[in-house]
């Protein structure tokens, strides 16, 4: 094959002594990530590391490779709904390749400054720490594309997420060592530092290439439930001018750009539980926690905002995409069974806990993960240690009943 030829033609100029030596992190992470590793458990090995090693397939680029491919379906409708919702607000007649070629070429600025901003500092790292490039990045700068509007400007993503890759996981040691997931850091960076931008207060429908009016302000259904809109709760969602249950669900509603259609989160959700990349518990106690306390809230209905139906709550704002692809992140969230589903519960209360009672932080669902985050390891000692307890007085009653 000529790419393995050429590969392994300069690979001496980036091993120890070669022209290239202080690249070689940079050169590791190319070739590894075009072909399979072939470094192998040597049969001399040094004492330490002597024992049982597992060998799988599935390493963990390839498991970043099952997140991005189940991030697709989020994605491409993202795009089509990019151009969807710019035709439908500036009564432009475009059909569907027009309106999907208009969002694929206002999504890419976003994907490559994600990407670019966020590769260079993860290759920087490697090399100043003379360690392998992780592949981590992969997903996680896709997920910041998906989790912001498309009206974002390019210098404040920029910005974003150089915070997130470097004070949200390189100053803890890189990918594997973070306790805060990097694309929240991002989006909380963003919805922080330019609140204007990210609260649905700003331009949430991107504008024609050719257009030099002002732009139209198209609010989501959180921002149409938050602030001084609350009071037209009932008017709006009654409306049949406004977002329907359905159109929810489908995704054709302005927001970000991944989290708009549960469908399309649905599918990704579906892949990576098929392949074991991501927790059912978390999922599936997410869910729970959203919904008893949507109905508490029912039950309450001391305003209109609680007097909404629970299952809205699963379909507005980043709920799903959270459920699915940022609450399941295998490092920040909690590692035991029972403390998937302590986790996984208070974040979906969480969530509507602080949609309903904070209008000023509509998208609780952001906020209740990264608290979570912070939790997920007390969580797992107090599992653990419950266990041991539960042990140790098995073991007192046996002895006793020995004696």
């Given at each position: 094959m000529k790419l393995r030829d050429f590969i392994d033609k300069i690979k001496p100029d980036f091993s120890k002594g070669g022209r290239f030596e202080k690249l070689s992190s940079t050169f590791e992470a190319f070739e590894s990530f075009a072909f399979t590793p072939n470094t192998v458990t040597g049969g001399k090995v040094a004492p330490s590391y002597r024992g049982?090693?597992?060998?799988?397939?599935?390493?963990?680029?390839?498991?970043?490779?099952?997140?991005?491919?189940?991030?697709?379906?989020?994605?491409?409708?993202?795009?089509?709904?990019?151009?969807h919702q710019?035709?439908?607000?500036?009564?432009?007649?475009?059909?569907?390749?027009?309106?999907?070629?208009?969002?694929?070429?206002?999504?890419?600025?976003?994907?490559?400054?994600?990407?670019?901003?966020?590769?260079f500092i993860e290759f920087l790292f490697a090399e100043i720490r003379h360690e392998q490039v992780s592949e981590g990045f992969i997903g996680t700068g896709i997920i910041i594309s998906l989790i912001v509007p498309v009206t974002v400007p390019l210098w404040q993503?920029?910005?974003?997420?150089?915070?997130a890759v470097i004070i949200g996981k390189e100053v803890f040691g890189g990918s594997g060592y973070n306790f805060l997931n990097p694309a929240l850091v991002a989006r909380?960076?963003?919805?922080?530092?330019?609140?204007?931008?990210?609260?649905?207060?700003?331009?949430?429908?991107?504008?024609?290439f050719h257009f030099t009016g002002d732009a139209i302000s198209g609010a989501t259904p959180l921002a149409l439930l938050s602030g001084n809109s609350l009071s037209s709760f009932s008017s709006s969602f009654s409306s049949s001018s406004s977002f329907s249950l359905l159109d929810m669900f489908i995704g054709?509603?302005?927001?970000?750009?991944?989290?708009?259609?549960?469908?399309?989160?649905?599918?990704?959700?579906?892949?990576?539980?098929?392949?074991?990349?991501?927790?059912?518990?978390?999922?599936?106690?997410?869910?729970?926690?959203g919904g008893l306390m949507g109905l508490l809230f029912n039950a309450i209905g001391a305003n209109e905002y609680m007097q909404l139906p629970f299952y809205y709550?699963?379909?507005?704002?980043?709920?799903?995409?959270?459920?699915?692809?940022?609450?399941?992140?295998?490092?920040?969230?909690?590692?035991?069974?029972?403390?998937k589903w302590i986790y996984g519960f208070l974040i979906g209360a969480f969530a509507v806990l602080l949609r309903v009672l904070n209008p000023a932080y509509p998208e609780g669902m952001m906020l209740a993960i990264l608290l979570m985050n912070c939790f997920a390891p007390l969580i797992d000692h107090c599992v653990v240690a419950s266990n041991r307890n539960r042990r140790k007085k098995r073991w007192a009653t046996a002895e006793r009943r020995i004696a």
């Open positions: 049982s090693h597992i060998r799988d397939a599935v390493d963990l680029k390839r498991t970043i490779i099952t997140v991005v491919i189940a991030l697709l379906p989020a994605l491409l409708f993202g795009m089509w709904n990019i151009g710019t035709a439908s607000f500036y009564n432009l007649d475009w059909g569907f390749w027009h309106q999907f070629w208009f969002g694929f070429l206002r999504m890419l600025p976003i994907i490559v400054v994600s990407y670019v901003v966020g590769l993503l920029a910005i974003a997420v150089a915070f909380a960076f963003l919805f922080f530092s330019y609140p204007s931008h990210m609260s649905g207060d700003s331009v949430w429908i991107a504008q024609p054709t509603i302005p927001g970000s750009i991944g989290e708009t259609s549960v469908i399309a989160i649905l599918l990704g959700a579906l892949i990576l539980l098929f392949t074991g990349v991501a927790s059912w518990r978390i999922m599936l106690s997410v869910v729970i926690g709550h699963y379909l507005m704002g980043g709920f799903a995409f959270g459920c699915v692809f940022m609450a399941t992140d295998p490092v920040t969230a909690a590692q035991t069974n029972t403390g």
